[in-house]
């Protein structure tokens, strides 16, 4: 939620001559994505987002990102499509940043996601997967199975100081989830980071998906798993068992789930929970309290970490095979 | 350049429906004012700012703010005009703090201004004037030469931690202004904070003028001083005459100066360099360096006031009686 790269009024004019967009009338840095900067520009054709990419974001990867954008949205996946300019060019430099320019779309994030909200989010993920299965594009995800222990090892004598017993709580799921983890799963493009913050609805449609920066070539039953995480929690984290059937269900009706993809879904879980437990634990030991990006408690993924250890039949999540 | 207060999107599309816009399509925080929260809000009918007034602005101050602004609007300055609600009221609460709708403006504000933009600003600075003569709200300065003394005394004892000499530099310039300043100059309705960040242009044309939380009834010749502070230095601080010149000439050219106003200008724009030196050493001693709101440097204003204490003619501002 920053604005973390100014931009010059006169130097975004002369920029945004690459594109066919009409003259610059306003534009505002807005409040919105943690990684990079986002500005609302206003022109004579309308209303577009420029989003310059801050170091987080490995510009090697920028071409995925846009690429699978631009495909999405040309199979019928509403989301901000990048514009190109003269050239061709998706990508372009601004202000000493590599810098892209995508529609805008309308809708809001919602934040106390209702049933008929994960409804919505089981048929758009599934048709998401299902597109991004005719996609040729491929990017590995920098944060699986493999990548976990590492990202521990980093923080692992300081774990104890958030919570007594983190360490080993990481270790023994580490331990489990490297010994159990499926690798035979129907793989495809995921979008990796299904927030309800990077889904836009109006009413009780979905208007568009957001925020693709961690997208890529994973097992496709992962995603639903992070969904169930981010949508089916209640703030008190006890587990909403009707917003996971809804979930499932829609998702199912759309691209049916595999048997083995619902025998695995609770390590599944239990895997997206500890991806994002250790993030924030990472994040958390490694922000300052007074920094400008707000930190997110890692307390929360603890808790449903140890949900989804209880969990051992599907039936848990609301799905009945 | 911040959002302080988060609010919900069922939150604001139940607030909107006291309001005739239509259905709530989409809203960004925006990375706009230093005091206050700001959102662009789309909806059915159109963009608007939303405006959530967080502590610094006084509730009691709100609705002079509110009123100037739509007598202005209505008097010919474009500038935000507050939205009415269904019961004709421009100030609400949303998420525990005022709130007031205003119209989207067009237009950006000039990071490095030119001569031709002195020129604009001068003129509508004037029509401000003309106009806010015929308006009957009053509101004090707080930010006037009495306030001065005891905004000094908070942090006298520290100023030097700052740059040695500052403490007499300010000690003697607040006895010069308090044995010298004019009190029969013409008074009306001024900004009083009309930096470039708070003019919109398109192209050389002023297309709005925003940010009137510093408004009020003063010395209309001390809100020229402001502006020839904030507009008519280069970034290393030397003094542009030729920018001055424009800015002075373009004014007279809509309301003649009068002769006193130009015999005094050096001595306003010394307290106009004052108040803003004062308030940025304040904040400087107040603010972490760490914190969400940038410090601005004041040895800025201490260049600038130090200039203005050497010139004894108006000419030196380019302006030939």
Not at 67 to 93: K, S, Y
Not at 144 to 150: A, E, H, M
Request: charged share 20%; aromatic share 12%; net charge negative.
């Amino acid at each position: 939620m920053a604005v973390y790269t100014n931009v010059a009024d006169d130097e975004l004019a002369h920029f945004l001559k690459r594109y066919g967009l009409g003259k610059l009338l306003s534009f505002k840095g807005i409040a919105e994505g943690v990684e990079n900067t986002n500005y609302v520009i206003y022109t004579e054709t309308g209303t577009h987002i420029l989003t310059l990419y801050e170091k987080r974001v490995r510009t090697e990867d920028l071409p995925f990102f846009l690429n699978l954008m631009e495909f999405l949205a040309q199979n019928g996946i509403t989301c901000p499509t990048p514009i190109r300019d003269v050239d061709g060019n998706m990508l372009q430099t601004l202000a000493g940043r590599p810098a892209a320019v995508v529609t805008f779309l309308n809708g809001m994030w919602i934040r106390r996601p209702q049933v008929e909200h994960c409804t919505a989010l089981g048929a758009t993920l599934a048709n998401l997967h299902l597109v991004g299965q005719k996609c040729s594009l491929h990017r590995n995800n920098t944060l699986s199975l493999s990548d976990w222990r590492s990202l521990y090892d980093a923080f692992k004598d300081e774990a104890d100081s958030i919570k007594p017993g983190l360490r080993t709580l990481i270790e023994e799921e580490l331990h489990f989830l490297e010994n159990n983890w499926p690798t035979h799963l129907p793989k495809g493009i995921i979008h990796a980071d299904l927030f309800p913050d990077n889904v836009f609805f109006i009413d009780q449609n979905i208007s568009g998906v957001i925020d693709f920066y961690f997208s890529c070539y994973d097992t496709l039953s992962y995603d639903l798993a992070i969904c169930l995480n981010a949508w089916c929690f209640e703030p008190d984290i006890s587990f909403n068992v009707t917003k996971a059937s809804a979930l499932l269900k829609a998702y199912d009706k759309v691209r049916q789930i595999e048997p083995a993809e619902l025998y695995s879904l609770p390590i599944m879980a239990r895997g997206a929970a500890l991806r994002f437990l250790l993030t924030r634990v990472y994040d958390w030991l490694n922000t300052s309290e007074t920094a400008f990006v707000a930190r997110k408690d890692p307390e929360e993924y603890i808790r449903k970490l140890r949900f989804h250890q209880t969990v051992d039949d599907i039936k848990a999540y609301g799905f009945d095979t």
